[in-house]
């Protein structure tokens, strides 16, 4: 991933008067510009059916932070989207959908036993029921919230290893989609470890979707990953055999199941990894509108903005991602675009011009690894902030450390965005890192008619 880099500009550090001043200045500013902007995004907006809002959850934080369905619920978040994305399905070196035995997933996912203070409906749940763990969870909430569908989303980052191998082939392409719909869709569970949990047919129904997150087709994924220079065609070619088995399940249920992929925002990765055509057969594509920059650059930027500054006009930016796949062939309506609930960061960044386009000496501290830290910590942070409503970008200067995310304000413009150019929705990556559903509050009012 390539970091988008600017040179500092050379004004004179500023006194602590002229900081406080500054900042005085820049907030009222930005109140103006972002109250003329809220004026304006009232007309000339299409408006086709409703979009999407989806919020993807991370399975792992449900034992690494204590995030757990429950707190979906309780948030306001599940009311608020039509969908949820799980992270993740694993593949395995065979090529087939998996439930790895050697890690903590099946016990977090539908072993656990809840207690009735965890549960959504607090109701404790039997030791020998069938089905336990999140995704009874997530049962449960469906049932509280018919509306929402979820969708298993395969792979991702550290899980893509063996995507390859399952799109190898027609024999091993047809064998690894009806893996999947048999694990995930059919929902055949395992049974494990002695453990009362699993079968036939236990997880029937909880998701009614997948999404393809392979990163990434053709390569330039994560280290250890098995590529060939076929994968970007046998994508396409594995897409459309996903479409098919789907088909065919839907006319033996006679239920709707969703097919999406997930994109990577680089023009380069693009070109490499997608063919035009597998546009055809998905019923929607969420594209990553963040990660533009962070802290393997040595100088600080925006990694989520929406527009590139005047100054910075090289930079990379969620309308130059859209662009780049409408022009591409991906249909708006199809386009869902992806916001961050994480904030990139670095440390020490010199006060001059509030660290922005700055260098760096390091990445910051994050709990969620390196220069990586959640919108809700961010919030907690003490220091001088500032929205560009030009541009869609949002900073945080604390105590040498100077900060990239988005806020409900900068959701609201992506939303008003999407609106404007006739995109399918927006998406959160990841629930956790909004516990309040504060971001996932902007993305559905933003998404509103009229609004």
């Known amino acids: 991933m390539s970091a988008q880099q600017r040179q500092p500009g050379g004004r004179p550090a500023a006194s602590r008067k002229s900081m406080v001043l500054g900042v005085v200045v820049a907030v009222v500013l930005g109140a103006l510009f972002f109250s003329a902007f809220t004026a304006l995004t009232d007309t000339g907006v299409d408006e086709p059916g409703e979009r999407q809002r989806v919020g993807y959850f991370a399975d792992w934080n449900v034992a690494n932070r204590g995030y757990t369905i429950k707190d979906v619920a309780e948030s306001g978040a599940a009311e608020r989207m039509n969908r949820l ?22 016990w977090e996912m539908y072993q656990r036993r809840y207690n009735a203070d965890e549960s959504v409906d607090g109701e404790a749940d039997d030791y020998h029921q069938p089905l336990a763990g999140s995704l009874n969870q997530l049962r449960k909430l469906q049932e509280q919230e ?27 392409r047809e064998e690894f989609v009806s893996s999947c719909i048999d694990l995930w869709l059919r929902g055949d569970l395992p049974t494990l470890d002695n453990e009362p949990q699993g079968g036939a047919g236990v997880a029937e129904g909880i998701f009614d979707g997948i999404d393809l997150d392979w990163e990434w087709p053709g390569g330039n994924g994560k280290e250890g990953n098995v590529e060939r220079p076929e994968d970007k065609r046998n994508f396409t070619l594995l897409v459309e055999e996903f479409r098919r088995q789907l088909d065919d399940l839907e006319s033996e249920t006679g239920e709707d199941y969703t097919l999406t992929v997930s994109l990577a925002n680089s023009r380069d990765l693009m070109e490499s990894s997608y063919e035009p055509e597998v546009f055809d057969s998905i019923d929607f594509a969420t594209v990553q509108g963040y990660d533009f920059t962070g802290t ?15 100054e910075a ?22 386009l869902i675009l992806g916001f961050p609930g994480f904030g990139r960061g670095w440390e020490g960044v010199a006060r001059e011009d509030f660290g922005r386009f700055a260098p760096a000496e390091d990445a910051a501290e994050g709990d969620y690894g390196a220069g990586t830290m959640a919108y809700a910590d961010l919030e907690e942070l003490g220091g001088h902030r500032f929205h560009d409503p030009l541009n869609g ?57 009229g609004e």
Request: with cysteine; glycine share 8%; hydrophobic share 30%.
């Open 85 to 106: 994305m799980w992270a993740f399905g694993d593949v395995s070196e065979e090529g087939r959908c998996h439930i790895p035995e050697d890690a903590d997933q099946p």
């Open 146 to 172: 018919p509306g929402l569908g979820a969708s298993i989303s395969l792979a991702g980052w550290n899980w893509s290893t063996y995507f390859s191998n399952a799109a190898q082939t027609e024999e091993s």
């Open 296 to 310: 393997w650059s040595d100088v600080t930027d925006h990694h989520s903005q929406l527009y590139s500054p005047e």
């Open 313 to 334: 006009p090289s930079d990379a930016s969620v309308h130059q991602t859209v662009q780049q796949y409408l022009d591409y062939g991906l249909p708006p309506e199809k």
């Open 393 to 449: 970008a949002y900073w945080l200067y604390s105590d040498g450390e100077w900060w990239s995310y988005d806020t409900p304000e900068t959701v609201a413009q992506k939303g008003y965005y999407v609106r404007k150019e006739g995109l399918g929705g927006l998406m959160l990556w990841n629930l956790d890192m909004d516990p309040d559903a504060e971001l996932v509050e902007a993305m559905d009012e933003s998404l509103e008619d």
